[in-house]
């Protein structure tokens, strides 16, 4: 679904007057989230291709240490 700024306008200014606070910080969350996540998402792609130049066998080892790793972190 296409939502056009105008649409999102619209919403707004059905909100009660009492409720713009809360509106606002929403909001604001949000942009700060999206912000941070766009900037990993930079520094992430730097690294893309550095697993190119491992043998298969530094491969497996270092996928198998992380994906231990994240079972210990999620227990």
């Given at each position: 679904?296409?939502?056009?700024?105008?649409?999102?306008?619209?919403?707004?200014?059905?909100?009660?007057?009492?409720?713009?606070s809360e509106f606002y910080q929403i909001l604001h969350t949000y942009q700060l989230k999206h912000?941070?996540?766009?900037?990993?998402?930079?520094?992430?792609?730097?690294?893309?291709?550095?697993?190119?130049?491992?043998?298969?066998?530094?491969?497996?080892?270092?996928?198998?240490?992380?994906?231990?790793?994240?079972?210990?972190?999620?227990?």
């Open positions: 679904m296409l939502i056009t700024y105008q649409a999102i306008i619209n919403e707004i200014n059905q909100i009660p007057i009492d409720d713009l912000k941070k996540a766009k900037e990993n998402s930079k520094k992430i792609l730097q690294f893309a291709g550095d697993w190119s130049e491992f043998s298969d066998r530094d491969y497996l080892e270092i996928s198998t240490q992380i994906n231990t790793t994240r079972t210990e972190l999620l227990k």
